[in-house]
């Protein structure tokens, strides 16, 4: 229980920071360092670099064909881009500032740059995280996780406890925040079965636990994640279109299960755990023990339950009500902090990742922006059309490789989820303006392959440290960096055919 203890603490804190880029310089901040000394002296002349250019742009006439406006909208929008990347700023607050900007040199109206906080979206996941704190609070989403792991006590129930267990935490809105949860529990199991990181069992538990958290619930629910809420609300932006918290299910889930499938057997190819650690599996009752330790529910974990519940029963009935998902999180939130109801109080505000709430918003408004001035027309055809345009020939393969590597490059100019914020808008204005695709196969093609790309075609210590960082040590790094590298190809033709097949059900259904 002390080894417990320990490890939840840590993992508790972690959990509630913003999403950025895991690497051993946020390690370091996290562990309680300054950032001004991680950074290097560099980035500051990169962003005086990223100033004196856009200044440029206020200065020399526009090329033909592009308006005066957006010509400095793109000015303004090289030093955030580079702002963004060097984590000078986070990334809400830099997102805020373009928005500022532009309105400030009088580029585009208020009404414009700020309408993504008109919108639900950004509220959705200011209610997500006021249930997701609820729930770690009241150490509800603790015994969600030990119930079903204990009652599942054996190797294929492990496996698809794995995965339930995430599901339970849907309205936990950030991997790493969910990761902070199931930290702790991934260590119990792990050094209940084996104490040895280098072995099989390890390693692929490890890997099972970053796919169900990051790629699986990350993705088949519209709150697993702040990049869904982006996708959302540029797409509706671009394209007048929406889905609902029910429809993003239906849409999301064929691929989300496909993925999983894939990682699931794929990973027990190349590293099956060992048979006796399978046996030490099926006789554990760590879970067992650690979810009886928790004594019965408490009053505070009956009332987050059925709060959850209620949640996600007007989420799910929204559209027939006319219920915004964003507004029923704001009901759910105030029920949240209300006195002998709810569960929060006042100071748990500070818990919320206030920092990705302004990203959803700004990030709308960016793309009303760039689809006010026109430059999105211009940006989509001068960086998506010459890798999209050859590739389209070939049909839907050749484009889908070709937002494989969009979202491959774009994942490493941009911390995550400011990548998607600014591959999608052109990948979908490049797909509205072509007749490659039909508008309501747009979504489920381009959203969710350069969504998925950006879950799997990665770096190695870009997916372990949503576990491995949080100071739970519990499978050999070079050993899982092989793992990774082995899973790539098959994680890329996964996320081919699962989005494959979602494109195909919503041109037959028409749904």
Request: with cysteine; net charge positive.
């Amino acid at each position: 229980m002390k080894i417990m203890a320990e490890f939840n603490s840590k993992a508790v804190r972690l959990a509630n920071m913003p999403i950025r880029w895991f690497s051993v310089r946020d390690k370091k901040r996290d562990e309680g360092l300054s950032s001004s000394e991680d950074k290097p002296r560099w980035i500051n002349f990169l962003l005086l670099l990223g100033a004196l250019i856009g200044a440029l742009f206020f200065i020399l006439p526009p090329p033909v064909g592009v308006s005066i406006n957006g010509w400095r909208v793109l000015g303004l929008l090289i030093p955030i881009i580079i702002v963004w990347a060097t984590e000078a700023l986070p990334v809400g607050v830099s997102s805020m500032l373009f928005l500022s900007l532009t309105v400030a040199f009088h580029l585009v109206g208020i009404e414009v740059a700020f309408k993504g906080f008109t919108s639900h979206l950004p509220w959705l996941m200011a209610g997500a995280f006021a249930i997701g704190v609820a729930m770690q609070q009241t150490g509800l989403s603790k015994r969600m996780a030990y119930y079903l792991l204990s009652r599942l006590n054996n190797f294929w129930g492990l496996i698809l406890g794995t995965y339930l267990v995430n599901i339970c935490l849907m309205s936990v809105p950030s991997s790493s925040a969910r990761s902070g949860i199931l930290a702790p529990i991934l260590k119990s199991i792990t050094t209940t079965v084996s104490d040895n990181p280098k072995s099989n069992f390890s390693r692929w538990l490890t890997y099972l636990f970053c796919t169900a958290t990051d790629a699986f619930v990350g993705q088949m629910f519209l709150t697993g994640g702040a990049s869904n809420a982006i996708l959302i609300g540029l797409y509706s932006e671009l394209s007048g279109h929406s889905l609902n918290w029910g429809q993003w299910i239906v849409i999301m889930a064929i691929p989300a299960i496909i993925f999983s499938l894939f990682a699931t057997f794929g990973s027990l190819l190349f590293g099956r755990p060992e048979p006796e650690l399978i046996a030490k599996v099926n006789n554990s009752k760590a879970t067992n023990i650690n979810y009886t330790a928790l004594g019965p529910m408490t009053a505070g974990e009956w009332r987050v339950l059925f709060i959850f519940l209620f949640a996600i029963f007007l989420w799910i009935i929204g559209s027939k009500i006319r219920l915004e998902p964003g507004i029923t999180a704001l009901i759910i939130m105030s029920i949240i902090f209300l006195p002998r109801i709810g569960v929060l109080k006042i100071e748990a505000l500070q818990s919320f990742n206030w920092n990705i709430v302004l990203l959803i918003g700004a990030v709308m408004g960016v793309g009303g922006i760039l689809k006010e001035t026109g430059m999105i027309d211009v940006l989509s055809k001068a960086l998506i059309d010459p890798i999209l345009g050859p590739l389209s020939t070939f049909g839907l393969l050749g484009i889908a490789i070709g937002v494989i590597i969009i979202g491959f490059i774009t994942h490493f100019l941009l911390p995550s989820p400011n990548n998607l914020s600014m591959s999608l808008p052109l990948l979908f204005t490049w797909g509205l303006t072509t007749a490659h695709l039909p508008m309501p196969a747009i979504l489920a093609f381009l959203g969710m392959l350069t969504f998925l790309t950006d879950k799997i075609v990665l770096f190695p210590y870009q997916i372990p440290p949503y576990y491995v960082f949080l100071s739970v040590e519990v499978t050999d790094r070079p050993r899982f960096t092989k793992l990774l590298l082995k899973m790539y190809p098959i994680m890329v033709i996964a996320a081919i055919i699962g989005t494959f097949v979602a494109y195909a059900l919503l041109n037959i259904t028409k749904y």
